[in-house]
């Protein structure tokens, strides 16, 4: 049996493959972020899920495409927890820009974009990936992620420069006493993906123009940082991966177009096209 897995911060989707490269089980745990995640919480997040601990003695191989899995350090807490779990099997780890390039362009030239939790970007020139910028994470990038608007609704909320129905519905919404909002930047286990749940609130308000404008100026902000720095932009295919760009997809585009550049496909969740590229 091999586990092919696309994580993000807030949540992993997993699909066990057998030896025919047949379906056996499909499921989800929570984020498995090793760069923001301590061992203790990556562990119980793996014990937490019934379906992979019963199989974990029968998987042969581990195929996990994560975020925070872009620099060396945290790739190692990460294969260490995981080859202790899968005793038996091989342990390939890769971010999860990687999983996004295989399921959108199939391992083709392309320029691949996320807009999850967090957002990133690169250039996949057919073998290879190249990324315009190392991303820094939550705190200093992530343009036009979950966390990114997450942030930016707090902000307006509490500067006043919300719209009064709009704020008014905010607040019924979430709770938004500073204490409990600073507790869980500041001492939670994942702010960026608490942050990322206010962003929640703009699915049930996108035809509002405030929210309207708003996602348009993180678009802008992502277009001008994570794609036009790329010198074939306008040349190859664009894909995007993610809730963030799944759901708001009139406006992305409309945004991508005013810069000249014109999306191929936006795709909510990789993992059946990952598991489609790892069964060729």
């Not at 204490?179 to 996108?206: C, R, T």
């Not at 992502?222 to 760009?245: D, H, T």
């Amino acid at each position: 049996m091999i586990l092919i897995a696309d994580g993000g911060s807030t949540k992993v989707d997993w699909i066990a493959l057998n030896d025919q490269k047949q379906e056996v089980f499909r499921t989800r745990t929570e984020g498995l972020n090793p760069a923001i995640l301590t061992e203790k919480q990556l562990k119980n997040r793996l014990r937490h899920n019934f379906n992979i601990t019963k199989s974990a003695g029968q998987v042969k191989a581990v195929y996990f495409y994560g975020a925070g899995c872009g620099t060396p350090k945290p790739v190692a807490k990460l294969k260490k927890i995981l080859q202790n779990f899968f005793s038996n099997a091989q342990i390939d780890i890769a971010e999860d820009m990687l999983a996004a390039v295989y399921a959108a362009s199939g391992g083709a030239e392309a320029i691949v974009c996320i807009l999850g939790t967090g957002s990133n970007s690169c250039y996949y020139d057919g073998q290879k990936m190249h990324q315009s910028v190392i991303s820094l994470g939550y705190i200093l990038m992530d343009e036009a992620s979950g966390n990114y608007f997450g942030k930016r609704l707090l902000q307006d909320y509490f500067y006043k420069q919300m719209p009064e129905e709009i704020a008014k519905d905010f607040s019924k919404k979430y709770n938004l006493d500073p204490d409990e909002i600073k507790h869980n930047l500041y001492q939670n286990d994942s702010p960026n993906v608490y942050l990322g749940q206010f962003a929640e609130f703009m699915f049930d308000h996108k035809d509002n123009i405030y929210i309207h404008q708003l996602i348009a100026v993180g678009f802008k902000e992502f277009i001008e940082k994570r794609v036009l720095p790329y010198p074939k932009a306008k040349e190859v295919p664009i894909y995007f991966i993610g809730s963030i760009a799944y759901f708001f997809r009139p406006v992305l585009e409309q945004v991508a177009n005013s810069y000249g550049i014109t999306i191929k496909d936006v795709i909510r969740r990789p993992i059946d096209r990952l598991v489609a590229y790892h069964q060729k």
